[in-house]
C-alpha cells in the first residue's frame, strides 16, 4: 500500500524518464498485400448506397425521439399547461431555463389552478438538449419537438420568449387569457375530462 | 432553562443529569428536552411542532422515540419534544429502534394522507421541511387510494398572509407564536379530527404586527405570504446577511435577491437581539428602493427652475460651488448608518468647518441636544430579560420599536414582571403588557416622573424620542434613573440615530461622544483627522438652521413634514444639496440632487438602541454601492478639503480608531418642566404617537402590507363622549387655527384632558392638516 501511494523519486522513477524520452519508430514496412488491403475498403464504399442528404433542400425526419427545441402545450382548450413551478429550471444541469411565476387572477386566467409561468425563457446557447427538464414537468407541459434548426446570428435571438416556444393553437383552441371551462377545477384539467373549449371560454380558432 | 439564559449575578447552579441517546452519553442541564439534547449529540429526530422558542405542544408527533427508564420501558414510542431527560434515561431514536423507526414512518403517512401534491406550485417547495423529512423519514409510497381531504383555498386570513388548510399538519406552532410571543391570539385551531383547521375569528382578521413570522415558522406552506407568492423558488434567491433600516430595535435579517431584485426578507437569528423575531415592516416594506421615483443619475436644477439630469462631475461641481463661500450647515436625517453619520459629521467639520449639524428630523429640543451628548443610556435587552420592573415613558414599544415590545412581553408572559407605562391613554401594546397605567396628558408627564416609586437597579426606564416634546421630561429622567439606579434605555424611532450619535452628528458633539465644549476632544479629533482645529462654537439645532438665514444646506433624507408645516417653505430660500433615494419634498426644492443607495444596495452598519453596532453587506450585487460617505468624499474633495473616506469600509475603519471619548464626562443640566395647561370644556390637548404602520415613506409600494394597518380613529374620554353626545364609531371633528382632522371616534379611558390621534396614518397626518403633533390646545366637536 505504502509503495503506491507516495511515489519515491529514486533511480526507479529517473530510469522511466530516460525511457521516455527515447523515440518511438516503426521499423516495419507494409509488404503490398496489406496496402491492397487498404484499397479494398475505398473500393467497397464506391459501391454502397449514399448517406448524403441535400440538406437544406431535403430534410430527412429525426428519430422520433430525438432531443429538438421544446415547446410548451396547452390544454385542449388552449389554457397553458404550464404553472410556473420552476421544476425544469431546477432540473437544467446547464441552467438554462429561467421561470417567474405569477398568480392567475379571475379575470386574467393563462393556466388552470392558482399559478401559471408568467416569464418563461430558454438559452439554446446553454441547452444540452438532456431531456431532464421534461422529466421534471409535472404537467407534461414542457415537452421537445423534433425541431433541430436552431442556428441564428445573434445571442439575443437564441434566448427563446415563452411566445416562441408555446404551442400553436389548434382547432378549438382558445387563446388565453380566458376563464377555465364551466364547473371544473384544476384535477379535471390534468385527469383528460376536458376534451374541447366551451363557448363561454371565447372564440374558439376554425381549423 | 440552560444557564447561559441567566444574567451572570443570577448564575446558579443547574442540576445536570446524564443520559444514553443511542448508546451515547450525554450530560445535560435538568429540564433539557430529549430532542434538543439528542441535537446536541448531533442526532436529528424529525419534527414538525417543535420550536426552541415555544412551549412545547406535543402536536405533531413526529419526534417519537423509544425511551427507557431505569431499565423500564415505555410501552409505546413517546414524543421526544415534551419529555425532559432524566438520570438513568435510555433513548433510542430512529436510528437504533426498528420501533421508533416504524412509530415515524407511520406518523409521517397519516400526515401525508390529507396533504395535497401541491408542492410544484407551493412557495415553500424545496426549503419544506415536510418534504425533506418525507424523503428522510417516510416511506417511498403512499399506500393510501382514497379522496383526500380539500378545503376552499387559499383563503386570506389577512391582506398580508394567506392559508391553505389542506397543507396544514396542525403543528400548532403559528397559534402557539401568536398567543405566547406576539399576544395576538388571533388566530386558533378550530374543530376536532380530521376536520381540525387553522382559523381566524369571523371578524377580526389576523391584523397582528408580527404575522409575518408564523409564515416564516410554518414547517409546511399552510401559510404563505401574499406579496411573495409564486414570485421564486429558494434555489433562485441569493441569502444576504443584512440589518433592518426601519427602527432601532436592530433585527438581524436575511434579504433574498433574485437577480438584483429583492424578493423577500426573513427574521434572521441573534439570540441577544430579535432571537428568531421581526416585525411585519422589517419583513414587507422593502419595495420603496424600486419605487418608480427612485432617482438614478445626479440633476442640477436649470434657470427654468427644472431638474436636468448631468453628469457626477458637474452636479458636484455645481453642489460644491453652492456650498463652498457661504454660511452653511448640514441635516443628516434619522436612517444613516454609522459610516455614512461618520461622514457628514466629517464633512461639516472639515469641508463646511461648522457644527451646524443635526440628525434629528423630527420635533426636537435643546434639552434633548444636552440629554443625547451627556446622558447614560445603557440598558440593553438582556436587561429587559431580568428586570424586576419596566417603565415606558413617551414610548409605545409596540408601534415604536416592537421587538423590545416582544422582549418585554416575553417576561411578562413567563415571570409577569411589572410594566409602568406614562402616556394619555392604555394602547393595545400596554393592555397586552398588563401595564400599570399612569394616565397623563402630552406635556404633563414630568409630574408622573418624578411620582415613580418602587425603582431598584435591576428596573429598566425606557424612553422613546417623543419626550423631547416635554419641557423638563428628560430631566426629570436622569434624575429618576441617579436616584434610584435603574438603568436607563433611550430607543429612537428610526434605525439611524443612535449611530448619528455616536459618529457625532449633532451640533455639540464630535464623533466618539467627545462634547466640543471640551477644547482637549477637539484636539483630540484634529489630530485624528489631520486638521489644524475643529469649529469650536457650538452649531445650530435642526430647527434653528431651518429659520436662520444660512445661505446653504446638505441634506440627507429628511422630509420637512416631519417637522412643521412651514419648513419645506423656508429650506425653499436655501441653496440646498439633496442626498436621496427617491424624489421627495426636499428633491422638489433642491438645486443638486445626488442619487445614493438604499440599504439592500450598501453595505454599512446601523446601531441598535442598545448601541450594538449590526453590520449589513449590499444584498444586490453589481451595485455601485453608492453610500452617502462616498459622495461626500467625492464632494469635499471637489470643495478642496478632503475628507478622505472613499469607501464605506474606509469610514468604519477610521471611526472604530478614534474610538469613545475616556476623559471626563459633564452632567446634564437640568430643566423645570412647565405647568399644566388650562383648557376649556370644548378643548382638549393633543396627543399622537406614529403607529408601526402607516403613511411612513418606507412602506410606500406595499398595498398588502398597508392593508394590515390599525384603522385612524381619535381617542376621546367617557365624560368627553357624554359632552359631545358621541357614541363608538361616531365622527369627530378635532381642529385649531391651523387646520383639522375628521375621524372616527373610540371612546376608551384616557386621561380626561386629552385626546390621542395617529401622527401620520391615513386621514390623520397630524403636521400636515394640524400643524402640531402633541402638548397643544385643540378644538373637540361631533362632526
Known sequence: MDNELTPRSDEFGLAKADQSKAPITNHESASFGKQLLGFWVTLRTMFKKVNTVQYPEVKEPTAPRFHGRHQLNRHPDGLEKCIGCELCAWACPADAIYVEGADNKEEERFSPGERYGKVYQINYLRCIFCGLCIEACPTRALTMTNEYELADDSRGKLIFEKDDLLGPLRAGMVPPPHPMYPNTDDSNYYKGEVTTSHPSQGIAKND | MSIQELGADQQVQVEMITCVIDGFEITVPKGTLVIRAAEKLGIQIPRFCDHPLLAPAGACRQCLVDIEINGRAFPKPQASCTIPVENGMVVKTQLTSPVADKAQKGIMELLLINHPLDCPVCDKGGECPLQNQAMSNGRAESRFEGVKRTFEKPVAISSQVLLDRERCVLCARCTRFSEQIAGDPFITLNERGALQQVGIYEEEPFDSYYSGNTVQICPVGALTGTSYRFRARPFDLVSTNSACEHCASGCAMRTDVRRGKTLRRLAGEDAEVNEEWNCDKGRWAFKYEVAKNRIKNPMIRDSSGQLQEVSWPEALAEAANGLKNSRSGVLVGGRVTIEDAYGYSKFARVALNTNNIDFRARLHSQEELEFLATAKTNATYKDLDNADHVVLIGFEPEDES????????????????????????????????????????????????????????????????????????????????????????????????????????????????????????????????????????????????????????????????????????????????????????????????LPVAPVVEKSGSFMDWQGKVRKFEAAVDQTLNRSDVRILSMLADEIGKPINLPTVNSARVEFESIGSWDGEVSTMKLVVGAGNKAINNDEAIISSWRNLLDKGSLQDGEENLAGTARKSKVVISQSRAKSLNVSDGDLVRVSNNYGAVTLACQISDIDESSIWLPRNSLNSQLIRNLGVVSNSVVKVAKA
Open chain 2, 402 to 593: 416592537p421587538i423590545v415590545f416582544l422582549r418585554i412581553y416575553k417576561q411578562v408572559h413567563k415571570r409577569s414582571i411589572k410594566v409602568t407605562s406614562i402616556a394619555p391613554y392604555a394602547s393595545r401594546g400596554s393592555e397586552k403588557l398588563k401595564a400599570n397605567l399612569i394616565k397623563s396628558a402630552s406635556g404633563s408627564e414630568v409630574s408622573a416622573i418624578s411620582a415613580l416609586s418602587g425603582l431598584t437597579s435591576k428596573s429598566v426606564v425606557l424612553v422613546g424620542e417623543r419626550i423631547s416634546e416635554t419641557e423638563g421630561g428628560l430631566s426629570s429622567i436622569v434624575k429618576l434613573a441617579s436616584d434610584t439606579g435603574a438603568k436607563l434605555g433611550w430607543i429612537p424611532r428610526r434605525a439611524g440615530e443612535k449611530g448619528a450619535i455616536a459618529a457625532g452628528a449633532l451640533p455639540n458633539l464630535l464623533p466618539g461622544n467627545r462634547l466640543i465644549s471640551n477644547s482637549s476632544a477637539r484636539v483630540d479629533i484634529a489630530a485624528a483627522w489631520s486638521v489644524d482645529s475643529v469649529p469650536s462654537e457650538i452649531g445650530l439645532s435642526t430647527e434653528e438652521m431651518i429659520n436662520s438665514d444660512l445661505q446653504a444646506l446638505l441634506i440627507g433624507g429628511i422630509d420637512p413634514m416631519d417637522i412643521s408645516p412651514e419648513a419645506k417653505i423656508k429650506l425653499a430660500k436655501k441653496f440646498i444639496v439633496s442626498l436621496e433615494i427617491r424624489q421627495s419634498d426636499i428633491t422638489d426644492i433642491a438645486s443638486v440632487v
